[in-house]
């Protein structure tokens, strides 16, 4: 079996460390693309005709606030691993999750809010405009759920300690993709407040 | 029957199988490997590539001998014309490159064939020869873009208002066309699907003056000739193209939006008729988009005609209120 | 027992849930060609319609069954057939198939790696794959049939099963089936740009890599851009069509009823659709121009001619092809004005294109060419670029796009350019590659014969397309026989049948060989073809890890072929220097004399 050099396990190691960042990173770009296509979308339709406004639910507003402070808290523990002070590192970890899960119940409200005001998803009723707020901030929430599933490996491995200076690629990768779920939503929260609110 | 195509099949398989297994035995026994292009082998190749640019070009020209003539006829409009020329401008640039890229490439296969006398040139690059064959196309392009952009934004610009016109809306639905033609008043009325009620099949607001002189042909629809006729299109369903092949005109109708274009035609159907041979000639408005099912079969005549049959015909029309 | 379960295991992890990039290889190359035959035949059932309208079949109702009843064709399983056989050819055989097998088999062999960034993402890709292609086969067996909107899907046809059966049950396993399948690709091309910028050998710049690897590289960065756009377009046609969202619906009346739908847009669908759609066709391009100047090169015993330039030409096309997708639009209605710059940029791709064929022939010329199979193929594909790309400055023209836009020429165009020159470019791959793949090769002599077949059937299908085109004639119409101007097309389009048949029947020589060559045929040496790059310096038979030990380093670019000294020979007595060879004193790298 010591032919088979592909499958020896510091091969392994070190292919992951190598490749995983970049893979994190071009996977980031598709995603680009994704919301690229659908946010000029909006922009296309909206040449096509009179888009009407739409209010801004304030909870969206929140949950701005509330990913910001994720992305500090989980770079906080990055930091603490890197010191070595796995137990800040731990808690700085779980207030992640925490606020990852409330970025999503503020996400909730907002829907909420869209829909007892008379924006609905689809529907008899519902308007391009209106569809368009959903689909946007929803499909962010499906990829922020991959997302709060990284963070939970993180931070399972966080607490069985196996992370360290030199092995930290699982947790930098988590975080590459954590800041750009942050950095996705204020994009989006900027194009819906300017463009269709 | 069946079951004699599978045991043929089986059988050829079994003999091809042992065929080529005796090929190799043979190569082996000469102390030959049987995927090695022998010189004999691969010389016969490129004779055959030489052959191949003689069939080729023959059958190009075959073609062009029996099947040119079955091409469009003349432009029957104005616009059509340089658009036929432009046409021909392009097919004299690419004819040539065709033939000639050809020859030189499959006259190099049969040139070049291995030789086991010979030593392939170590030639890697030419920074002369490659500028020229950048620089070269982009001349022979910049011509074609400039040529191609004048005739498109003058097609493309509607007819001004001023000057006089016919205007007619043509509706897409599946799968049939409906014509309708503006009136005196050469003002189109509103129209949305949400009015079609019976025999009101494309949904025109009664309400809308403009509406009321409005006249609906199915069928046929009639132009006269020598003035510029703007369309408008619109579709209920499914997008359609309106394609009118011998106008050189077509513009897809998209459910939702308005879409335009115009022509003035030069020739009558009469004159089509005599110019062409065929006294069963029509000018045909055919859909150019999938849209179903009878996407084939959704058509409507057109009857170019002189000013004064023109206006005896449209007189016969009824308007949308009768 | 324990050893029984251990074996099955064993066979599982190697032939089926394989992590090794040449398994996977493999994997694809046979889903691709088995769905590519399938689409083969479909173009065969519509071509048998179309050559003689009306006609009985009986035999294939056998094949067809209720979509054939009484042997003839109905309308609208025509145009079922016809939107699988263009979805299944250029996703499934010609992006999949394609990219996925030369993709896999060689990035790593070529940059000298073990094996991809990660082969479980790689496996992944291969089995995303093979389940699109399942839904999109079981499609055809649903109420209503396949999808029939044409493989644009152009809503608001295929949003709406009013407007036509197969926008039911068959248009949702579509959106399904391309869903997983740009998953697939995406997966795919992830891995293969890591592959090529991070596990490269020692000495492997990135001016040292074979142009096919470029190729590859270009085609991923193009697929990972470009497919994300597909998928919003179809999830927004999900949503239209399962939700009541007005994405691209508007203003529709259709059996008798209006539909609620308003203010959206049939063109936003388009413009997202051809966003992708453009690009695509130089995902489904690049590869096979890579393959073929690997091969033009390799087998005419000459360095390629103007390495540097075929690489700043295939990056030219794929800038611009981001840049030219309105073409396909003119006639939407779209501002002129926009309809101008579209022109402008689709016409520039006609230089990049022209550089790329101008070095082909000059890598030809004063070569000393063997002729295997391979560069038959390779040969083909120069041709029908030629052919097929110079029909190009007459569509991307949008004054003279008004005539012929969505006639015959359209079809002929496209199917010459891209369908034929890839589809070359695949055969050439195989049969220049299949040694790497099944340590067996394949028989030259069957190899010639269909690629004569091919080329003449291949010609005497497409090339008289141009003419209906000439007539007016347009696509997708069941029959020509509704209109009278068209009666005289009747012979033409028997014609193109006859040869449509016989190219079928030809490829059957192709699956023969390829059976039973991977099967039974010769062993394969280490290097058949005397080739430069890393791959011939692997052993035949496969493991995972691809080298015995170390892995080896890289001197010099792929392309030392026929390099003399000042005395006119050899440098190192033979007309291929290997590029694990070190340079020799004065002797220098890359395309410098």
Redo the contacts between chains.
Sequence with gaps: MSTLTAENINYKEELKRKTSKPLIWIGIVSIIMFFGGLTSAVIVSQG?GGFLAIEMPFAFTISTFIIVASSLSFHFGLISVKKGNYSAAKLSIIITLIFGLLFVVTQYMGWTFLHDNGYYAAGKESTQESSFLYLLTGLHVVHLIGGLFSLLVVLVKTMKNKYSLENLTGMQVSITYWHFLGALWIYLFLFLRFIIA | M?IVVIITAILI?IV??QL??I??LRAKSKGE???E?SEK??KT??T??LT?LF??MG??FW?MYS??G???PDSASVH?E??DF??DV??M??TP??IL??I???W??YK????SK?????????YK??VI??I???LV?TV??LM??T???Q???PVPSETDHVLIELTG??FTWTARYAGDDKKLGRS???L?EGVNAT?VDAKDENAKDDKLVKGEFHLPVGVPVQFV?RS????H?A?L??F?????C???????FNFTPTITTEEMKAKTGNE???Y?L????????????M?MDVIVESQEDYDKWLAEQKTFVE | MSTHHHHAKDFLFTYVFSTDHKMISKQFLITGFLMGFIGLIMSTLFRLQLGWPGESFQMVE?LMGSWQENGVM???KY?ALVTMHGTIMVFFLLTAGLSGTFSNLLIPLQIGARDMASGFLNMLSYWFFFVSSVIMLISLFVEGGSAS??WTI?P??SA?PQ??PGSGAGMTLWLVSMSIFIVSSLLGSLNYIVTIFNLRTKGMSMTRLPLTIWAFLLTAVLGVLSFPVLLSAALLLVFDRSFGTSFY??????GGQ?LEH??????LFEHLFWFLGHPEVYIVLLPALGITSEIISTM??????????MIGSMMAIGFLSFIVWGHHMF???MN?FL??VF??TT??I??PS??K??????T?????????PAT?FS?GL??TF??GG??G??LG????D??V???YFVIGHFHIVMGLSAIFGMFAGVYHWFPKLFGR??????G?LHF?FT??CA??VF??MH?LG???V?R?????S????FD??IN?NEFISIFAIVAMIAQLIFF?NFV?SAL?G?KAPMN?WKANSLEWTTPVEHFHGNWYGEIPTVYRWP?D????DSN?D?IYGE?FIPQTTPLGENEKD????
């Design positions: 096509g | 069946t398989i091809a199988s080529l297994k090929a190799e490997l049987i995927y292009v082998a691969g190749q490129g055959l590539l191949f069939v080729l059958f190009f073609q099947w040119y079955l091409r469009l059509g340089s658009i432009l046409s392009t097919y640039i690419i490159v065709f890229t050809h030189v490439l499959l190099f296969c070049y064939a291995y030789s010979r030593k392939a040139l170590f030639f890697s690059h030419s020869l490659e064959w950048t070269t196309p982009a392009l074609l873009i191609g952009l005739s498109w934004n097609i493309m610009t639905q599946q949305h699907v949400t079609i949904g299109f209920l369903d499914a997008i193209s394609y092949p011998h050189r005109a077509q513009m897809n998209v459910p939702g939006i308005t879409t335009q069963e000639f029509n045909v055919l859909c150019n988009k999938i849209c179903g099912a009878a996407h084939y079969n058509q | 056998l109905s309308p609208d145009l909107a044409g152009y608001p046809l709406l407007a036509i619906l508007s203003d529709i009346y259709i209006v308003s203010g959206g847009s049939p063109i005419s015993r000459k360095p390629i001619f103007g390495y540097r330039a006639l939407t209605g002129p309809g101008s022109t402008f016409l520039l006609a230089i022209a550089v064929v101008f070095n082909y022939l000059t030809l010329w004063k070569g000393n060419i063997v002729f295997t038959l040969v120069v041709s030629i052919s110079v029909t400055l007459v023209n949008s004054a003279l008004i005539n836009h969505d006639t090769m394949m028989n030259n002599k069957l010639n004569w080329i003449v010609y005497g090339f008289p003419f000439f007539a007016g347009p997708r119409y069941y029959t020509n509704e209109f009278p101007m005289e097309m033409i023969f039973y039974r010769p058949p392309y072929y026929s390099k003399v006119g050899y007309d890359g395309g410098e004399h």
